[in-house]
């Protein structure tokens, strides 16, 4: 065989030989930091009970973030990308924070080295009208990448005040939780309709299970992995989880098993709560393709 065809021939073997490229496996959270404000105490816009943290207690929440080391940390009642930012230093992670009129915004951790691509907040989730006094936090919409796949992720933080009954509770926070699970399943049906990897994450105030009549109507147009159901979360003492993690499409495939974590504070008394957090970090792994 001559010297030039064999080389060629050697050179496909070579690359027929040669592995797919790789993704990176990326670790995942969602984080209620429970009223993460710099205001002072009396403020007219926090509640009359809210204690605004303190230096000592930033310097704890960053040491249990450092220790969390998520690759993405979608964060919930946040008031400032400033707060965010004491947690989740520039250089190793951007802040992407909702824009709305409250102060518990929601917002995503983004690590160095992974793309952003920002869509328009989910402002709908904000059921109430104009003129109320209080209004509804916007869910943060960004699709993150990492050069070879891409993942969309919406944060969301969904009323309070009905975390298990049923949804033809007419109580007001039932009827409100109501009207945000039906935008946000407009939000997730048209995910599924464009094939697009997905996850929904953050604080639903509410125990979803896969037989919970929310979490069958979010599937109406396509399964959905609920990387919480049949779990009950070690934080504070235990309790059925209220934050959780809903993997769509191909995203589904990536989720690595048994790779469900929630990291628990060292401090053990749940009056230390009003220091970190009612809520722990809750994470999983996906291997990008």
Known sequence: MPIRAWVACATILALCAAPAAQGRTIKISTWNLDWLTDRAAGDPALPPDVRPRDLADLRRL???????????????????????????????????????R?????????????????????V????????????????????IGDGTASLRILVVHLKAGCRDAPPADRRPACRTLDRQMAVLRDWITERQDEGVPFMVMGDFNRELTPTDPFMRALQDDGPLTLVTAGRATPCWGGAYFIDHLLLGNQA??????????????????????????DHCPVSVRLAMP
């Open 62 to 100: 960053a040491a249990y973030a450092t220790r969390l080391d998520a690759d993405l940390v979608g964060f919930e009642e946040v008031d400032s990308a400033t707060l965010a930012a004491r947690l989740f230093p520039p250089g190793r992670y951007r802040i992407v924070m909702a824009d709305d």
């Open 102 to 122: 409250v102060v518990q915004h929601s917002g995503l951790a983004v690590a160095s080295g992974l793309t952003i691509e920002r869509h328009p907040d989910l």
């Open 124 to 143: 709908t989730l904000d059921v109430y009208p104009p003129d109320a006094p209080h209004h509804l936090r916007a869910g943060v919409d960004v699709t």
């Open 252 to 277: 589904r495939s990536w989720l690595q098993p048994d790779s469900l974590r929630v990291l628990t504070y060292d401090e053990r008394d749940p009056a230390q709560a009003r220091h970190l957090s």
